[in-house]
């Protein structure tokens, strides 16, 4: 357990108590099983895989509203990453 584990559980006013007995007996626990219903009320976001999706779609529109033409950039950007293969930040600099 780390610093940010105790912190999330504090965060959400969750007791510990569990830990301290065997997984097995878990399920069974009172205060794993209120920790278990605060935990699965809570919505996951991947904030940065949204914001990205949203940046391309963004960019995407302002280049073309001809789908033929997007799909033709698509093809030509992946064609890109095929043949320049992608260098470290290291590998970069170095150069």
Known sequence: MTSKTICFFNAFDI??????????????DDTFKKGQAIVAKIAVVNDR????????TKFNSS???DEEQKQYLLKTVKQNREKYVKKTKREVIAN
Do not use: N, Q, Y
């Not at 510990?16 to 007996?25: D, H």
């Open 49 to 56: 895989a949204e914001r990205s999706i949203a940046l391309m």
């Open 63 to 65: 280049l073309t509203k």
């Open 15 to 28: 007791e510990m108590k569990f830990f301290k007995k065997p997984v097995s007996v878990w399920p069974e």
